[in-house]
Structures are given as structure tokens and as C-alpha cells.
């Protein structure tokens, strides 16, 4: 019976076949774009195949699928290509097939696909499937009608199988492990204190798997910077040791190291759950001994083709976990050199360009003027601090206020910081304000560079508030309305110099006199002893800039509580331990904290308190997570406080 069943078919076959092959010479170089389905009717638990087959196309530089509504992709695209000589004339195919699930029962009809050929757009036919309720089916339907046979490649043996299609005897992890990996491309393994260096992590597969991932790198020893990717990840096509696999880059950051020595890039986990077709081979191919199938030299290149044993047999689904990560990598840090190292100098790398300016050359005393610097280059701009400005006593200084204007995604890193002093005079005259110097280490170079502002010239001249203090004083001595008769005047009102309102004029002016003379202490006093000022309140300081984290906190911004809490700590620590900004590092954190003999318990939460911060910049967090963060923050400053005023008091 099973003989008269592929019997009677092949005479058919033959029959269509070879008029189709007589007139194929004439036929060779047209070009046609169809889609195909293995089947127009399906339950709703079963899979259809579609497959999109541009013949003979020119020049193809762009393939779209259309939207598959009321589906849901499983697999794809699977891409195909091939060509083959007959009769003289070359034939080539290019297909792309996807499996596909419905997600509903109804009638679909899915649009034909688009390619790019020639320059021009075509598009394919559109396909209607039919899907009704149905029981679970665990067997994969068989593949569409492939490309003509005369179009498929010529093979000798057996061509290269499907990575994403098990057989019997496979080695499930030796096909995972040579098919789905992660790499870490970084574009410099050797760099400067404080120069960028980019890390890209990428997943490769040759095979259809969801991914997620589970662990980001902290980056220990670096100030990180996310470069934005789209979402959903586009993937592109590298070939690996001859191999062709797509790519998918899930995550690329700018990474400035704040150390020097060897320093490392953690692994990224990530976790697929690949999809591989289980092929049962409970069918065989038929044509697989048909002698019609051989050509003149005896092979059988399409009989041969794994095509015709896939389509024939049974197939069924299993995703498989599968968890990853990337290699570790290794970045030597050099230290900035110290020869030629200017006295601005205060940690900028990379190239700058510096532009100054003051809103007003001519003021009074009672005005404020603003001084603008602007720094503007490539480099590690989120990082630069501000110049040192040298600003003559008849101006008082306030510290500035920072902008930012960061190019999104530039690679290296480009923008510009803005620094706005306001200064506000107290002398009038003619004043001279110094140049402002900014200095900066350019690695290309490997030199130290220093840019300089012109000086800037100010007339202060004297304002009203000082003239009416002075006028008011003169003016106590005009009396007007005074009585002239004694003995009317003393029998009308009381006694003036006798009433408490006397005594209260008196004193006044010598408790504001005492109230200016203490509150200029005050000033010259904070101006002298800064560095002990913040030394003295920067628990306070701590603590205020964590009532901003909470603010936060409620609000549910992340980023800005981890931010606001990472500046509080690292604040705290700079004015604490009497560190600039600019040379504050973990390690030198750590030896200042042993000289003080702090506790190894206090020691450790704090660093282990400033990576979480660092890694929770890079990851979603709970709430709960950025509560303890909170809290953490808090008691890890009170404790450092507490012990650091108990030792003081010994």
C-alpha cells in the first residue's frame, strides 16, 4: 500500500514537472516575490509557517515583514539563500520563514511582505489563514513549499543543519555553548586616570531565544554612563570565526576610571530561554531513493537536502533555560603624570575649549555681579569641577551654581559644563578681577594643557543703601514741631527724656552697632576658616542634602534618590576627612578612615552602601530596596559622626 501511494503521486509529479522544466531556459531571469503557508486552516493551539521567497531578485537591500496580527511570533525569520546552473542560466532565491502561533480564533489575512530590489519597492501577495478552537499540538506544521527545486543550491552530501533543529543523538549544551554566548568589546584596555573608555556587551545567538538580564556590571573604580539603545534591541549580523550570528548590544557605557592600577569590568548575566525544533524522524523522506532525483554525476542534491527531511517528519517545540555571562575584563589605570602638572589643574581630561564673561563691567555696591565660565569639549565633562578663581577682597564669592548640557549618546562623551559665580561687591573703586586658568590633560597628547580667560575690568561705584544709612544719621538732629513754651509744653505732655521710649531710641543703635561688628566677625571669621567650617557642619550638610534624597524617595524618581544619596556620602566624606572633590577616591577614603581608627563594621556598610548606590543607577530597584538605601544612608553617616566625635573627645 505504501508503494501505490507514492507511486501513483510521483507519476503526477513527473508530469507537471516536465513541461515545467522544458519551458524553465525562457523563464530563468524573471523575477517574482510570493508569500507561501504551509496550510490556510489551523486550530488555535497549532503553528503555521510562513515564508516570504523573492526569485532571481537584483540587488536586494532591504526586506520588511509585515504586522502578523492575531499572532505571535515563535520563530524567525529563518533566512535562506541559494543558486544553481542549469541549462546555463543561474537561478538564486532569497526566503525568509517564520512560525507563528495564533493568539485568537477568527479569519487573518496577512499582508504581503516589502523588499527593496533594484532601487525599487515590491511587495508580495497577501495570505488569509483560517483559525478555530482546537486541542493542544505539540507537532510543529510542516514547512511551506519551498523555492523551485532547479532554484535551491547544489550540495554533494549533506548540507549544513539548523542550529535551532535537534536530532537524536545531539549534544543539547555543546549546541548552546557554541551558539549563544556574550562578549564584552572594549575600544581601550590601557588608559589615563579619568579618560573614557567604552564598553559594549553584546549577545550572539544563531538561535530563536528570549533573554533577559539578570546582573549588570557595578563597575567598581569607574563613574559609569549609559548610552541609550532601542527598545525592543534591533539586532545586526556579525560573522564569528566564518559564522554568521546576530548581535544584540545590551548595554554600551562610557566609562571614566577615578583610580589608577588594574582595574575590572564584572561579567553581565543573562538568562534565555532558547527554543529548539526536536525532530523525531518518524517519517522518511520519499524522495530519497527516487532515481529521478540524481543528476548525471549520481548525487542527489535535492533528495540530500535536510529541507526534505524536515518537512517529512514530526516535529515538536522544548525551550530549554540556558544562563550566561560575559568573560571578565581587565583595564590598566595609569596614574596622570606629575610632571608639568599645573597648579589649576584639578582633573579634567580629555580636549576643552574655556569661555568667560561677566554680565556687567559697571555695578554699585548694592548690585551682584555674574561671572560665567564655560567649558566645553570632549571628555569626561559629567566630572569636571569647578576652576579656582582668584577673587580680590572687595568681592565677596558664593559658590556656583553647576549646568549641564551633555550631547545624548555622543561617543566619546561631548558637551559643555557651565560654572555661575555671583559675586557681589563691597568697596567701590576701580577693580581689576584676575584671569580665570583651567587646565586639563589631554591623553592624545600626553601633555598637561592650560587655557586662560582675559582679566576682567569692573567699576564699582557707590550705592544708595550706604548714602540713606548716612543720611538718616545726619538727619537725627533735625527737630521740627518742638514747643517753644516751657511751662505749656511740661503741662501738656510728660517729661520725653523720662518715658521707656527714650530709653528704647538709646539703645538701639548701639545693639545694631554690636549686631554689624559681630555679624562682619562672623563673615571674615567663615572666609578664614572654611575648610574647619566644613569640617565642623558637614554632618549637617549630609543630612540636609538627604532630606532632598527623601523628596525624592516619595516623588518615586530612582535615578535622582540614588544620585542625590551617592552626592551626600561622598560629600560628607569630602568635607569630613578635609579631601578636595577632585583627588576624592575609595582608596583614599580608606586609609583616612584607618588612621582614624573607625570600626571595620561601619567601614564596610559604607562602601558596601556606595556600590549600591552605583549599581542601582544601572538597574530598576523596589521600593523597599530604596527605603533600606535610605535608612541605610542615615545611620551609616550618624555612626561615622558618632565615633569620629568620640575619638575627638578622648
Known sequence: ????????????FLTLLLPCLAVLPAFAQ???????????????????????????????????PPEFKGFQVLQGPQQMQGNSWINGQTMTYFAFSYILQPTQPGTFTIAGATARVDGRLVKSNPVTIEVSKGGRSHVLPQQPQQPPPQQRPQTSGRANPDPAILRPGDDVKERLRKNVFVRVDVDKTAVYEGQQLTATYKLYTRLPTNSSVTKVPAFKGFSARDIELPNPPQAYEEVVNGVRFNVFIIRKTLLFPLQSGELELDPAEVDNQVRFI???????????????????????????????????????????????????????????????????????????????????????????????VTINGQ???????????????????????????????????????????????????????????????????????????????????????????????????????????????????????????????????????????????????????????????????????????????????????????????????????????????????????????????????????????????YAPSSVEHRQGAYQEAVEVISAIEDQLKGKAGK
Open 278 to 372: 526536536k525532530m523525531n524522524g518518524n517519517r522518511r523522506n520519499p524522495f530519497a531513493d527516487d532515481p529521478f532525483f540524481r543528476d548525471a554525476f549520481g548525487s542527489r542534491p535535492f533528495a540530500d537536502d535536510p529541507f526534505f527531511d524536515d518537512a517529512f517528519g514530526v516535529h515538536e517545540t522544548e525551550l530549554m533555560p540556558y544562563k550566561i555571562q560575559s568573560p571578565v575584563v581587565k583595564v590598566t589605570v595609569k596614574p596622570l603624570p606629575a610632571e608639568g602638572r599645573p597648579a589649576s589643574f584639578n582633573g579634567a581630561v580629555g580636549r576643552f575649549s574655556m569661555t568667560a564673561a561677566t554680565d556687567k563691567k559697571s555695578l554699585t555696591t548694592d548690585d551682584a555681579l555674574t561671572l560665567k
Open 1 to 12: 500500500m505504501t508503494s501505490t501511494f507514492f507511486t501513483l503521486p510521483k507519476k503526477y
Open 30 to 64: 524573471e523575477f517574482r516575490f510570493t508569500t507561501q503557508v504551509n496550510a490556510s486552516h489551523i486550530a488555535l493551539d497549532e503553528m503555521v509557517q510562513i515564508q516570504f521567497t523573492l526569485e532571481n531578485p537584483v540587488n536586494l537591500s532591504k526586506f520588511s
Open 379 to 617: 571628555g569626561n565633562v559629567n566630572l569636571l569641577n569647578a576652576p579656582p578663581l582668584n577673587i580680590p577682597g572687595a568681592f565677596e564669592k558664593y559658590d556656583p551654581t553647576i549646568s549641564d548640557n551633555i550631547e545624548k549618546n555622543s561617543n566619546p562623551l561631548s558637551g559643555s559644563r557651565q560654572f555661575q559665580y555671583v559675586l557681589m561687591p563691597t568697596e567701590a573703586g576701580a577693580h581689576t578681577l584676575p584671569p580665570v586658568e583651567f587646565s586639563y590633560f589631554d591623553p592624545e597628547a600626553n601633555a598637561y594643557k592650560t587655557l586662560q580667560s582675559s582679566p576682567f575690568e569692573v567699576d564699582v561705584k557707590q550705592g544708595k543703601l550706604t548714602r540713606r544709612e548716612k543720611e538718616d544719621f545726619g538727619n537725627a538732629n533735625e527737630l521740627s514741631g518742638l514747643r517753644t513754651d516751657v511751662k505749656r509744653w511740661s503741662k501738656r505732655s510728660p517729661f520725653f527724656f523720662a518715658t521707656p521710649f527714650y530709653w528704647i531710641l538709646l539703645i538701639l543703635p548701639l545693639l545694631a552697632l554690636g549686631g554689624l561688628v559681630l555679624y562682619r566677625r562672623r563673615e571674615s571669621f567663615q572666609r578664614n576658616n572654611a575648610s574647619m567650617l566644613r569640617h565642623k557642619h558637614a554632618n549637617k550638610v549630609a543630612l540636609k542634602r538627604m532630606e532632598l534624597a527623601a523628596r525624592y524617595l516619595r516623588e518615586g524618581k530612582d535615578k535622582a534618590f540614588y544620585e542625590e544619596t551617592s552626592r551626600a556620602v561622598w560629600g560628607y566624606l569630602s568635607h569630613k576627612l578635609r579631601i578636595p572633590m577632585a583627588e576624592l577616591s575609595k582608596q583614599l577614603v580608606q586609609e583616612r578612615l584607618a588612621a582614624m581608627q573607625l570600626s571595620e563594621t561601619t567601614n564596610r556598610q559604607l562602601f558596601e552602601l556606595i556600590d549600591r548606590c552605583e549599581m542601582a543607577l
